[in-house]
């Protein structure tokens, strides 16, 4: 194997971290990568493997973060369940770029989704970082939590920070929430537009044509330009009488050019 076809064989793998132990620049990175790279351990023997693996996750455990982060990058693109539990620590990392690493990991790795691992992604919807709260967005659409695993997320719904609402409202599009709707249309209210907004789109992805109504309030009332325009692109998928005329009143006299043609374009 060669650097032309995308891998390496673990002898230089294996060169790399020896070099990674002497030098704090360029070693540890060529390491790192290394491994990750198509068919770098895929083509290893199995005892290859498990020590590259063992390797990067020792590495975890390393002072520098930039060591931490590359290290589990890697075991997320490797993809090996066996890293799971190893990786679940750092979502909790003093620094924002390894938590935000960890949780992508997680997501590509597809862990079952117990209550444990569900309760730490929520925990991730809340951190400070905006680039953590969408990692774990994207890792909870990964992992498809069943419903009734759900509620540490619509909990924060009820936050006082209205980044941590959107990122619970963001994260409830991506898994079936069907049976969270009546939690959903209560939260509806909220002041922020953003939320609102994401709101809307979780009920009327998961919704179906019984939230006909309560989209169709929304797309004439709601202040926000955004919340309408929500409103109406999620309309455009039912075809009664009422949805239709409420449509075609927005297209028409919404004072927002967005409302306007999201309400007018068809599905």
Not at 32 to 38: E, I, M, V
Not at 100 to 108: D, H, P
Request: proline letters at 7%; hydrophobic letters at 45%.
């Amino acid at each position: 194997m060669s650097w032309e076809n995308g891998s390496i064989g673990l002898a230089n793998a294996w060169s790399l971290f020896r070099r990674a132990t002497a030098s704090h620049t360029i070693g540890w990175v060529a390491l790192a990568l290394s491994l990750s790279l198509p068919g770098c351990l895929q083509d290893s023997p199995p005892s290859s493997k498990a020590q590259a693996l063992s390797l990067l996750v020792n590495l975890l455990q390393d002072v520098r973060p930039e060591m931490r982060r590359t290290a589990v990058e890697s075991l997320g693109k490797i993809g090996d369940p066996q890293a799971t539990e190893s990786i679940l620590p750092l979502s909790r990392d003093p620094s924002a770029l390894v938590r935000e690493a960890a949780i992508t990991a997680l997501g590509r790795l597809k862990p079952t989704a117990t209550e444990a691992v569900v309760r730490l992604l929520a925990d991730a919807l809340k951190d400070p970082v905006e680039s953590v709260r969408q990692a774990a967005v994207v890792a909870i659409g990964e992992i498809e939590p069943r419903s009734q695993l759900l509620q540490p997320i619509v909990a924060l719904l009820q936050s006082s920070d209205p980044n941590i609402k959107k990122a619970a409202a963001q994260a409830l599009i991506q898994v079936d929430s069907s049976q969270l709707i009546p939690q959903l249309i209560a939260a509806g209210h909220d002041p922020d537009a953003a939320v609102r907004q994401g709101i809307v789109a979780a009920v009327g992805e998961w919704g179906g044509s019984s939230v006909a109504p309560w989209l169709r309030e929304y797309l004439a009332q709601d202040p926000s330009p955004r919340v309408r325009a929500e409103a109406a692109y999620r309309l455009r998928t039912f075809s009664d009488f009422e949805t239709k005329a409420a449509l075609e009143a927005a297209g028409a006299k919404d004072a927002n050019r967005e409302v306007r043609r999201w309400a007018t374009e068809g599905p």
